[in-house]
């Protein structure tokens, strides 16, 4: 699998666990990717200060 494909398969289980469309679950990933995690914690995901301070974008895809 490429990555992009990895992304859109956490994308589609993000959307399905929180409830939402995928446009927002793959709009929240996409702000991640740029370094800002604050729509994934909005949505529930649970990110350590760590991952947050380092921004950990993979360790980040992880925890979903």
Same mark, same amino acid.
């Given at each position: 699998n490429t !990555? +992009?494909? !990895? /992304?859109?398969?956490? +994308? /589609?289980d993000l959307a +399905?666990? +929180?409830g939402i469309s995928l446009e927002k679950a793959t709009s929240a990933i996409s702000r991640a990717q740029s370094g800002s995690f604050t729509s994934l914690e909005r949505l529930g995901? !649970?990110?350590d200060a760590s991952t947050k301070k380092t921004k950990d974008v993979d360790a980040a895809m992880t925890c979903m």
């Open positions: !990555k +992009a494909q !990895k /992304l859109q398969a956490i +994308a /589609l +399905a666990g +929180a995901v !649970k990110l």
